[in-house]
């Protein structure tokens, strides 16, 4: 277990290293930020001082070896347009994406695993083909124009819930959260709901599936045979079998959640960090993108390990990093 | 357009099917009445049939080419649906802020979808498949290279990967097909290889080695053509889902460039006037956009469901 995580681990430092690079190099090559930066107006002086602040006059290599410096102590450099770290510019956006990324997946997890029980028990009736009908739709629905099409019906015609911003938020543990306060909620309820339609597509999709082999089990006929209730049945029986694969899709999704949210984030003025992420796209702060990415992917290394070992301890079966042999 | 994946299930509805059912049924005609099992799926088939047709003819059948100047009029800006223009014509769908009637629009943003996801999904498909193939062939560290690389590109969500590309790469079309390719070929290159080491175990593969045909032709000649099936799901899948990657991304802002508006930029473009309630610039586009996604998974999901061997009945 611990030869296991130590070699995640190199592995995890090795991607991240390598991304840093690639990322560097691309950023690179998007242009120079300081026509942007500088007032037109600045005179050659001006722009050659400001380069030279920014350490833009370097080489390619002398920037990335000042950045791996930098990073190494927790330094990801200066955001070119706020001129704050772009660390602490990234973590105090954080857990307003954490948040709705969260509230979505609660969404989904609490209604997608009760319809995709439904449909998966009664896949024939008229219940079940709705559940199915509606799951493809959510898969079809482009999540950016769903959010448009909320917009339209709950802010603009019938004028129940606000478009944009966090609303009013209260400090737990010293962060910020919204979903405490009435308008907070107001505020979260479409890009939540916006956020989670796919992941409750999907896993509807998945019960669905997992339902409908496991009651053909012989432990299923078997319990049945005991006696024991319906309720029983599905709810220990069923519902503990399916859920191994279940939890770890739900774990891989957590990921891909937070980078969606960029585009919930966008539409809804979600002060996140998918937000950040596009503004400084558009501006060319280098190093806030950067930074981005490396706390993005740090992110999803942590999540992915987590689930691996959560997965080992929900199913005897697994056995981490195949090499069992050691025991 | 000729695109095999998506003119192969087209075979059924283009031509009717005598004696599909029963008599001496050939793999072809058996798919075909296999397909035509479920009524959802021909729905599908049929809708993403008039979704190409559209797309492909979209010149010919749009009431005004919305992208030639000379023939936009600035007053008929922002009309509803239904309402006259100065000149007598009825705009069904309303017109955007440049005065565009929105039906041509959408006929000619279908078209550029289109073509985005097809094209990009065509060259995934082409690499991905060199790379699968090649890494069950030889096996051995080309095997762990190219499958690292694999894993490690599809443990993070693909529109992470696209919206980077695109910040680095800038707008235009080939930047986005380039973008959606490199999202995508990971997926082909995992469901090649897979299905390409179950099959190198057989005897027909022995037999050629047996013959010593030359490495490229068992590969080419008798390994690929039985890995198919499956590709064939996962490319259906994934034409829709680089569809709806390419609008998204022309949505925020990232993908195509305002010269030629996918259905995804026509969204965008009407995003800033649905809060003063001018909600057909965005709506319709968006319907046609989920249409087409629809159909294609319709389709998509029959065809799984008729290659998986596991559900043979």
Same mark, same amino acid.
């Given at each position: 277990m611990l030869a296991y995580a130590i070699r995640r681990l190199g592995q995890s430092l090795f991607v991240l290293v390598l991304m840093s690079f690639l990322v560097f190099i691309g950023v690179f090559a998007i242009g120079d930020p300081i026509e942007l930066l500088?007032?037109?107006?600045?005179?050659e002086v001006e722009r050659i001082r400001a380069t030279a602040a920014l350490g833009l006059d370097k080489t390619f290599l002398e920037q990335y070896w000042v950045f791996l410096k930098g990073a190494a102590s927790g330094d990801l450099g200066k955001s070119f347009v706020y001129n704050v770290p772009a660390l602490s510019l990234i973590l105090q956006k954080l857990p307003a994406t954490i948040e709705l990324a969260f509230v979505a997946m609660v969404m989904a997890i609490f209604l997608g695993i009760p319809l995709g029980l439904v449909a998966g028990l009664k896949p024939d009736s008229l219940v079940g083909r709705g559940i199915m009908a509606g799951s493809i739709l959510g898969f079809s629905l482009p999540t950016f124009w769903v959010g448009l099409v909320l917009i339209m019906v709950f802010s603009v015609n019938l004028g129940w819930l606000p478009s944009n911003g966090r609303g009013e938020t209260t400090l737990v543990a010293g962060i910020p959260v919204s979903f405490l306060t009435l308008d907070g909620l107001a505020h979260i309820a479409m890009p939540a709901v916006n956020l989670a339609l796919f992941k409750l597509s999907l896993l509807i999709r998945l019960t669905r599936a997992g339902t409908r082999e496991a009651v053909l089990q012989d432990y299923v006929k078997f319990a049945r045979a005991k006696g024991l209730t319906q309720g029983r049945v599905i709810g220990v029986h069923v519902l503990k079998n399916i859920l191994i694969p279940i939890v770890t899709v739900i774990g891989l999704e957590l990921g891909s959640v937070i980078a969606f949210a960029i585009v919930t984030e966008s539409i809804f003025a979600w002060p996140g960090t998918g937000k950040l992420l596009i503004d400084s796209i558009n501006q060319l702060d280098r190093p806030v993108i950067v930074a981005y990415l490396l706390v993005i992917v740090t992110l999803f290394i942590v999540i992915n390990f987590v689930v691996d070992v959560l997965y080992s301890m929900l199913d005897p079966r697994v056995r981490l990093g195949g090499a069992a042999a050691a025991h | 357009m000729s695109d095999p994946i998506l003119s192969a299930p087209a075979g059924p509805l283009a031509e009717t099917t005598p &004696?599909?059912? &029963?008599?001496?049924?050939g793999p072809w005609s058996r798919f075909r009445a296999d397909f035509a099992e479920s009524r959802l799926a021909l729905f599908g088939l049929a809708l993403l049939v008039v979704i190409l047709l559209v797309g492909l003819l979209a010149p010919v059948i749009s009431?005004?080419? !919305?992208? +030639?100047?000379?023939?936009? +009029?600035?007053? +008929?800006?922002?009309?509803? !649906? #239904?309402e006259r223009s100065a000149d007598g014509s009825t705009y069904w769908l309303g017109t955007d +802020?440049? #005065?565009?009637d929105m039906l041509s629009g959408i006929f000619y943003g279908l078209r550029i979808s289109l073509g985005v996801g097809i094209a990009s999904t065509v060259f995934a498909l082409a690499i991905g498949l060199v790379f699968g193939l090649v890494a069950a062939y030889f096996g051995g560290w080309v095997d762990t290279l190219v499958m690292r690389i694999v894993d490690i590109q599809l443990s993070f969500p693909s529109i992470l990967i696209a919206l980077i590309l695109l910040a680095v790469l800038g707008q235009g079309v080939d930047k986005i097909v380039i973008a959606l390719i490199t999202v995508q070929w990971a997926y082909y290159a995992r469901t090649v290889r897979a299905s390409a080491l179950v099959e190198r175990q057989k005897e027909y593969i022995e037999a050629a080695r047996v013959l010593a045909l030359g490495q490229a032709r068992i590969v080419f000649r008798h390994l690929l053509p039985n890995c198919l099936p499956p590709l064939i799901v996962v490319a259906t899948v994934q034409v829709a889902h680089a569809i709806a990657l390419e609008a998204t991304l022309s949505f925020l802002?990232?993908?195509?460039p305002i010269t030629e508006p996918s259905l995804g930029l026509l969204i965008s473009n009407g995003f800033q006037y649905l809060l003063s309630g001018k909600y057909w610039i965005s709506f319709y586009p968006g319907i046609a956009l989920l249409l087409t996604i629809m159909a294609i998974n319709l389709v998509a999901d029959q065809l799984r469901d008729i290659l998986n061997p596991r559900l043979r009945k």
């Open positions: 500088v007032n037109p107006q600045a005179d | &004696g599909a059912k &029963g008599g001496v049924a009431p005004q080419n !919305p992208y +030639d100047l000379a023939q936009l +009029d600035i007053m +008929d800006s922002k009309l509803a !649906p #239904g +802020d440049q #005065g565009r802002g990232l993908g195509l």
